[in-house]
Structure formats: structure tokens, C-alpha cells
């Protein structure tokens, strides 16, 4: 028997491949998955290297189990990528190459039902006539799967199988009937159904002459070409992108399209927009990627990427890794976005990937945002990226809207009524928007009804007894919750400290605001859309339908409702609490603000109407808000980076992060000291600059005590370097739970 050596990928801590021998040489190739032995259990594994020969002696390396050969293997070049990841960020290469893949292909026992042909079912003319009156009264089940065959155009087996224990078997007697016809569908095309190929060519708004000129650049790119799209809220950035797309998949029909969006509730109406423009397309030609999707749906949709059939793959930033072997352009919608990087495990930016891929592989990658970052904006400021502009909204008589200060002092000064949260200009504002028949939007970035709950008698606050900070009140569930570690408990009847029965809430949220307008504005529909008002799977687009549909009249809501929205009745927005970000530790805290502060006064006036910005302030002579009443980011942006330059901080300098986890803070602070000690030759060598390790700001989560240790250079080189030779010494230092390298890190 001819034997083979692979060297596989795991997703395992340690930063090598696994050799193993292979009894099927046929079989394997560079990019397949398979299944292999790891101590005593069974694990996938990516193969990224065949060769005749291993280092290790045969007698010592266990066999491959199992080879999946159904899946067509990655390409080299996707192997490239997922290395070159896990060099930058200091990673394994399994680390990074395995959580790429959808959860599903990394289960073997699932690879026969994955990529097995798919049986659908579906009722014949002379069964949608008989089949109900043929069905005794009392069978339930019976008629719940005839029920399902009549109201969808099929029904896969597994969906059968879920309605009536014996399904098979019955939809076979009804076929022998001639209800029911069978159809067998091949894996690779099981991902979807055809649509009509007679769809009505939908009407294209006429661009304005910045919009063309932004499409003709596109789509004219020859090779690498990075764009930073800056375009006002409102300019049409989404038509850019379907334009420009439209005429590449022209010139070249099998071209793939990457969409990155930054969150997941904004992907169904870039869904909906891209099914109607591209409505001639097959439908299983537009997948969406995200961790939100149902791991079937989703090990489906990256196949049908992975074998070319699927051509725009919208999705959030994991979508950045997936397989597209005909990938042709690649657009990041909200570059800014700070959900782009990833926080845990692999903490990689998406939109950093996204210019890297392009280049790799030679094509133009568009960077959209009313509020570019600042890294993309002085990457054009250098002429790296080329800069296209949409000054002006796309709708003629839309302008942006008008931004004005309410001074909280001067209000308190003046005794002028108010409810709980909001002024009374707001109020009235929002009561004007009702006589109307408009919508307002109430923006606040912190959910639950209020961040703390106090006694005045003792001073006693609330506090998560796992972790540093204070829980939040819950008043709809009664109960109070840690928002770093789930942590949940009643509401006390009284202080536990003295037991003053009079404890109150502090400051508000979304859900006390949500309360307050229901006095302040007697008779409107109120919606609050946050975190916890969109839990259940698919609630986030119900709410957002009913918005769009014209059946609220004030919508209530954090980060989620800022960005992206095409609100085409909301003509005011009343921005509430936005001052507690101006006088944050983090230098990036007043570019967040001025960005979301942007986005969100930008889903006003945009279909026409009169827009209005209410921004509720105890500083209103802040440089900040007088840049954002002016709509002015190229003067903020300009004085924010002389500010950075300055201050010798990013992107003038690169940094990278060590965080060490312990059970004490002393053990966590001790182990950042250590590895400090172990740097300090070699980052001397290279320029580095080695901060004194400090507690993170929110120091114990879940229990667990965190601290972390800054490096910064003003050479990207020079910092790599550090870090691949630092990476071998921390791993031999004891005394923590867990540590892990940020590089580019956000939260600092």
C-alpha cells in the first residue's frame, strides 16, 4: 500500500501543523478537509502541505481518518490569506483558518448529510385536488405535512421529517397516488431555487454626475485599486455600489462580489435592495454570511461561495475569510464601523483583511462611509487610497438636516418643564412631528431603563458581585442585569445596606425614555429597537418593517438605528446623553462620537422632508458639536489627526496589546511585568516603546481580573518583528489563566 504524509491545520493552540500519514494519496489535496486523530478525540483539519517524505518517522504518526471529498477543496490562494492572518495577528494558522469555515463542516459526522443530494417534494395539480378530502378527519399530522406541501413550492425531506414521524414513507404512498412529485437535487446545487428568468428589469434612478463619475472609476479600476467612498448621509452610496457591480457582472457574468456590512440587522434590507436590482439572477446567486444564520443555512450559502454559484455574498466581518475563488471586487459599507474588528479570539479587522485580499489578488476594494476612519482618511491624505466624493444627497430636494443644541443648563436655569430624560424643545419638537404625520427618532446608546440603581440614604449603588461594575435596571422584567457577564437577580424591595425602601433608578435608558414618551407625547406609537427588544431570530427586520411601513410614529433605540437605515419619514432626531463620551480615557472616544452623532442626525430629512437634529448638551460651545452643525468632517478629521500627530498616537505610531487574565489582579499585573522583562532586549533593538502594564478599566469580569501591557512603534516592521519574537517567551511563562496579543487594537 502507497502511503502519503499531510501536513493539517488544527484549531489548536499551538502555531504548527500536524503531520499524518494518508493511505489515500488519490484522494487528498492541498485546501481539503479532513478528518484526523488529536490524542483521544476526533478532529477536522485543513491540509496545507502534501509531500512524499516526513520529518517524523512513519512508525510514530497516525493516519487520516477521512477525507471530505465532496467539498471541493480552498484555493491556494485562501491559504495564503488565512496565513497571512495568523502571521499579522500572531496567531496559529488552524486558529485562524478553522473558525472560517461554517460550524457544520467541521463536525466529519455531518459531512454524508451535508453534501448528500437533497430529496424535495412538491404536490402535483392532482394532488392539490384530491389530497385534502383523502385525509381522515382526526390525522393532524398527516395533515400538517399536506398543509406544508400545499403552501410552499417544495419540501425537503428533513423539513418532512419534522411534521410527521413517518413522512418518507407517506409522501411515497402519495407519489405511488400521483399527489406528489419527487425531485432529486445534486449539493452543489441544492442551495437554492431559480427564479423566473423573465423578471421585470427593474427602474434605475438617474445618478447624479458625482455618483456616475464614482461608478465609471470603479468600474474602469484596473488591478489593485483601494477607493475611500465619502459620501454625506443620504448620497447614495448603495446605488454606487449596485451600479458599479451591475456593470462588472456584465462585462464578466461569473465575477464574484464581497459586501461587507458591520452588523447583522442591516444585511435584510442590503438583501432586499440587491435581490431587486439583481431580480434576473438565480436566488441562490445572492447568499447572505453571518454568525446569526442557522448552521445549515449558513454551511450552505458559503458553499455555494466556495463553488462560484453563489455571485454577491453579502455579509458582517467573517464574511471577509470566505471562500470565493472568482472573487472580482470587494465593498466595505461603513468602513468606520468599530464592529469590523473582532474582539475575542482571533481579533482581526475585517476591513484591514478586506484592502489586504484585494491586493493579494489584484482588485479594487471600495471603503464607503459618511465618517471614513481616520486611518483610511489619511491613507487617501497620502494618496494610497483614492478619494470619491458625494457631497450632496442623491434626491434633489433633500438636503441635510439642521443641527441644534438644547442646553440642558440654561433649561435648568430657566425652570422650563421636562420630563424624565427630555427636554421640553425636544417634546414640543416631537409633538409637532405627530400633528404632522411624520416620525422622530430618539437616540440613546444605552439600553435597559436605567445604568444604575441607588439608595440616597447610604449611598449604596448596585453592583454585579462578579464583576467591577454596576448592574443595569430591567424595569419591564423586574430584574437587574450585568451586561459583561449576564449576571441577573430581582430587584431588592430594599437597599441591603441600611433597608431604606426608597431606592431609585439613575439616569436612563432606552427603556425608561421608551415610559417617558408615552406622557410626553400622549398618543404616539412608540418602538424601541435594542438589544434586548431583538433577541428572537428575525425580530430586528419585523421591527424595522414596521418603521419603514408607516406604523410608528417614534422610534426609540441605540447604535442599532444610527447607521445605514433608509428612514424615508423620519424628519427629526433627538440625540439624548451624548456628553459622557466627550471626557473618555480613550483617544478615539471624540472621533466614535462625532461619527455616530453623524450617522444617526442622517437618517433625517432624507426623502424630501425638512430634517432636524436635537442634540440635548451641558457643553454646547464644544468644538465637537459646532463641527457636526456644520456637517463638517474634512474639518474635523483634519484637526483630529494634527491632534494624533501630536500626540504620537495612531496611525502616525502602530500598537499592539498584551492582556493577561488571572484570578487576582496581582497575578495578572505580575505576569504583564514578567513579560515585559522578557521584552525588553529585543524591543530595544527593534525602537519599541514598552508602556508599564495597567488594569483594564472594567478590571474583573466574570470573576477574572484583567490587565494589559501597551507596545507601540512608529515602524509596522519593527512592531511585527517584536512580536514574532516575543510570542515564543510568553508562551513559556506561567501564573495566569489566559493571555492573548491585540495588534491594531481599538480599546485600549
Same mark, same amino acid.
Given at each position: ?30 485546501? $481539503? ?24 518517522? #512513519? ?53 454524508? +448529510? ?44 428533513? #423539513? ?9 414513507? !407517506?409522501?411515497? !404512498? &402519495?407519489? =405511488? ?62 446605488? %454606487? ?43 441562490? =446567486? ?15 450559502? @458559503? ?43 482571533? *481579533? ?28 483610511? &482618511? @489619511? ?86 458581585? +462578579? ?38 433608578? $439613575? ?52 447604535? $442599532? ?14 440625540? /439624548? ?29 432624507? #426623502?424630501? /422632508? ?57 497575578? #495578572? ?20 516603546? %514598552?508602556?508599564?502594564? %495597567? ?28 512580536? *514574532? =519574537? ?12 489566559? @493571555? ?9
Amino acid at each position: 500500500m502507497s502511503y502519503l504524509f499531510v501536513r493539517v491545520a488544527l484549531d489548536h493552540p499551538l502555531p504548527t501543523l500536524f503531520d499524518y500519514s494518508c493511505d489515500l494519496p488519490e484522494a487528498v489535496a492541498l485546501g $481539503m478537509l479532513v478528518s484526523v486523530p488529536l490524542g483521544k478525540r476526533h478532529v477536522v483539519g485543513l491540509i496545507c502541505e502534501v509531500t512524499a517524505h516526513s520529518e517524523v518517522a #512513519a512508525e510514530r504518526l497516525k493516519c487520516v481518518d477521512s477525507v471530505c471529498t465532496a467539498c471541493p477543496p480552498v484555493s491556494a490562494e485562501w491559504l495564503k490569506l488565512a496565513a497571512f492572518a495568523a502571521d499579522y495577528y500572531q496567531r496559529g494558522l488552524g486558529e485562524v483558518a478553522l473558525p472560517a469555515l461554517p460550524q457544520a463542516l467541521r463536525d466529519a459526522s455531518r459531512w454524508s +448529510r451535508l453534501f448528500a443530494p437533497e430529496e424535495r417534494y412538491s404536490l402535483t395539480a392532482q394532488g392539490r385536488a384530491a389530497l385534502p378530502d383523502a385525509l381522515p378527519a382526526r390525522a393532524s399530522a398527516l395533515r400538517k405535512l399536506a398543509q406544508a406541501l400545499a403552501e410552499n413550492e417544495f419540501l425537503v425531506a428533513a #423539513a418532512a421529517r419534522a411534521l410527521h414521524p413517518k413522512a418518507i414513507a !407517506t409522501l411515497d !404512498t &402519495w407519489r =405511488a397516488e400521483g399527489w406528489v412529485a419527487l425531485d432529486v437535487i445534486e449539493a452543489a446545487a441544492a442551495v437554492g431555487a431559480s427564479t423566473s428568468g423573465d423578471a421585470v428589469a427593474p427602474i434605475l434612478p438617474t445618478l447624479t454626475d458625482e455618483q456616475a463619475a464614482a461608478v465609471e472609476a470603479i468600474r474602469d479600476a484596473q488591478g489593485f485599486a483601494p477607493f475611500l467612498l465619502h459620501g454625506v448621509t443620504g448620497s447614495g452610496k448603495t446605488e %454606487v455600489y449596485l451600479r458599479a457591480l451591475a456593470e462588472i457582472l456584465a462585462a464578466k457574468p461569473d465575477a464574484q462580489a464581497l459586501i461587507l456590512v458591520p452588523e447583522i440587522n442591516l444585511t435584510p434590507q442590503f438583501e432586499a435592495a440587491f435581490r431587486a436590482r439583481f431580480a434576473a439572477l438565480d436566488s441562490a =446567486a445572492i447568499v447572505t454570511l453571518h454568525s446569526g444564520l442557522a448552521e445549515g443555512e449558513r454551511a450552505r450559502n @458559503w458553499f455555494a461561495a466556495h463553488t462560484g454559484r453563489a455571485l454577491i455574498v453579502l455579509g458582517t466581518r467573517l464574511a471577509v475569510l470566505a471562500s470565493l475563488p472568482k472573487l472580482t471586487v470587494i465593498v466595505v459599507d461603513e468602513e468606520h464601523d468599530p464592529a469590523y474588528k473582532q474582539q475575542e479570539g482571533l *481579533r482581526y479587522s475585517a476591513r484591514d483583511l478586506a484592502i489586504y485580499r484585494a491586493k493579494q489578488l489584484d482588485l479594487p476594494v471600495v471603503l464607503g462611509s459618511a465618517t471614513p476612519s481616520l486611518e483610511s &482618511w @489619511w491613507q487617501a491624505d497620502q494618496g494610497k487610497y483614492k478619494r470619491l466624493t458625494l457631497s450632496r444627497r442623491a434626491v434633489a430636494e433633500a438636503v441635510l438636516p439642521t443641527v441644534r443644541l438644547v442646553d440642558l443648563e440654561e433649561e435648568r436655569r430657566r425652570g422650563r418643564a421636562s420630563f424624565e430624560g427630555l427636554s421640553g424643545p425636544l417634546v414640543a419638537a416631537l409633538r409637532a412631528r405627530l400633528e404632522r404625520g411624520e416620525q422622530s427618532l430618539v437616540f440613546l446608546n444605552r439600553r435597559g431603563y436605567a445604568p444604575q440603581l441607588s439608595c440616597d440614604a447610604c449611598g449604596w449603588v448596585a453592583g454585579c458581585p +462578579r464583576c467591577s461594575a454596576y448592574v443595569v435596571l430591567h424595569k419591564p422584567e423586574r430584574a437587574l442585569r450585568c451586561h459583561h457577564c449576564g449576571w441577573e437577580a430581582r430587584i431588592p424591595r430594599s437597599c441591603p445596606e441600611c433597608g431604606n425602601v426608597d431606592i431609585a433608578p $439613575m439616569g436612563c435608558g432606552t427603556q425608561r425614555v421608551e415610559e417617558s414618551l408615552a406622557s410626553a407625547v400622549p398618543g404616539a406609537r412608540v418602538l424601541r429597537i435594542d438589544a434586548d427588544s431583538t433577541r428572537r431570530k428575525g425580530s430586528a427586520q419585523t421591527l424595522f418593517s414596521d418603521v419603514h411601513a408607516g406604523e410608528v410614529d417614534i422610534l426609540v433605540g441605540t447604535q $442599532m438605528i444610527a447607521k445605514g437605515h433608509d428612514f424615508q419619514r423620519v424628519s427629526l432626531v433627538g440625540v /439624548l446623553n451624548a456628553d459622557t463620551v466627550l471626557f473618555s480615557h480613550d483617544f478615539r472616544a471624540s472621533e466614535r462620537l462625532f461619527a455616530q452623532l453623524m450617522q444617526v442626525s442622517g437618517r433625517a430629512g432624507r #426623502a424630501g /422632508l425638512p430634517g432636524e437634529v436635537l442634540i440635548q448638551t451641558r457643553y454646547p460651545r464644544h468644538a465637537l458639536y459646532h463641527a457636526l452643525g456644520r456637517h463638517d468632517y474634512v474639518g474635523f478629521a483634519n484637526s483630529t489627526l494634527g491632534e494624533r500627530r501630536d500626540a504620537h498616537l495612531p496611525p502616525f505610531v502602530y500598537q499592539a496589546l498584551l492582556r493577561a487574565e488571572g484570578r487576582t489582579l496581582e497575578a #495578572a499585573l505580575a505576569f504583564l511585568e514578567q513579560a515585559a522583562a522578557e521584552l525588553g532586549g529585543i524591543a530595544a533593538a527593534e525602537g519599541v516603546t %514598552v508602556y508599564d502594564a %495597567v488594569p483594564l478599566t472594567i478590571v474583573k469580569v466574570m470573576n477574572v481580573h484583567r490587565a494589559q501591557l501597551l507596545i507601540e512603534s512608529a515602524s509596522r516592521a519593527a512592531l511585527q518583528a517584536t512580536l *514574532r =519574537a516575543w510570542q515564543p517567551l510568553l508562551r513559556g511563562l506561567k501564573g495566569v489563566l489566559r @493571555w492573548s496579543v491585540e495588534v491594531d487594537p481599538l480599546d485600549i
